[in-house]
T-cell receptor, first 112, second 116 residues
Framework: SQTIHQWPATLVQPVGSPLSLECTVEGTSNPNLYWYRQAAGRGLQLLFYSVGIGQISSEVPQNLSASRPQDRQFILSSKKLLLSDSGFYLC???????????FGPGTRLTVL | AQSVTQLGSHVSVSEGALVLLRCNYSSSVPPYLFWYVQYPNQGLQLLLKYTSAATLVKGINGFEAEFKKSETSFHLTKPSAHMSDAAEYFCAVSAYSGGGADGLTFGKGTHLIIQP
């Protein structure tokens, strides 16, 4: 069966510090991968998606970037965090060609 | 482009009462529709999905939803609420069968509160 992992589960970082959040999927090959940010009362905002290694599409301009160095690994990064980067970050995957998405447990990021 | 509107950011019902969470969508083509549930500090879990096979869709935990094209709605219901149903519920729509940026558009969510 397929599983999706995210780490760390929680993170507290100072403004201006770098960020690296990791997401890995097991039990499937060539998945579509997604990064979402969830802020209170605002639902889920799609940040990035990837349909293959090295292929990243950004949905909104922001202080963040994403990379996919391996087929089942998706990384969310920032060089300098802003207060507004605080939130709950969710990684998701879908089978290529299908739109049902499966979510990871999330990372709670607090920028102070 | 597609969009989702969830009416009511908070819904409160008594334990044992009917649960009704409203979702209206906008899509230029026949949509695929989903309901997800999120428990505190967890990821989203798929409750059910509509993919044009049947208008009444049954999901996990006793939930079901009915697709009504004339009303562009996909409301989520459960006959009898349980304390464990307290969570955030998200409706999502897709106009395409494939993934990518057009995969899913989410509503802002409805927080379901169960009163003992």
């Amino acid at each position: 069966s397929q599983t999706i992992h995210q780490w760390p589960a929680t993170l507290v970082q100072p403004v201006g510090s770098p960020l690296s959040l990791e997401c890995t999927v097991e039990g499937t090959s060539n998945p579509n991968l997604y990064w979402y940010r969830q802020a209170a009362g605002r639902g889920l905002q799609l940040l990035f998606y990837s349909v293959g290694i090295g292929q990243i599409s950004s949905e909104v301009p922001q202080n963040l970037s994403a990379s996919r160095p391996q087929d089942r690994q998706f990384i969310l990064s920032s060089k300098k965090l802003l207060l507004s980067d605080s939130g709950f970050y969710l990684c998701a995957w879908s089978v290529a060609g299908y739109n049902e998405q499966f979510f990871g447990p999330g990372t709670r990021l607090t920028v102070l | 482009a597609q969009s989702v509107t969830q009416l009511g950011s908070h819904v409160s019902v008594s334990e044992g009462a009917l649960v009704l969470l409203r979702c209206n969508y906008s899509s230029s083509v026949p949509p695929y529709l989903f309901w997800y549930v999120q428990y505190p500090n967890q990821g989203l879990q798929l409750l059910l999905k509509y993919t044009s096979a049947a208008t009444l869709v049954k999901g996990i935990n006793g939930f079901e939803a009915e697709f009504k094209k004339s009303e562009t709605s996909f409301h989520l219901t459960k006959p009898s609420a349980h304390m464990s149903d307290a969570a955030e519920y998200f409706c999502a729509v897709s106009a395409y069968s494939g993934g990518g940026a057009d995969g899913l558009t989410f509503g802002k969510g409805t927080h379901l509160i169960i009163q003992p």
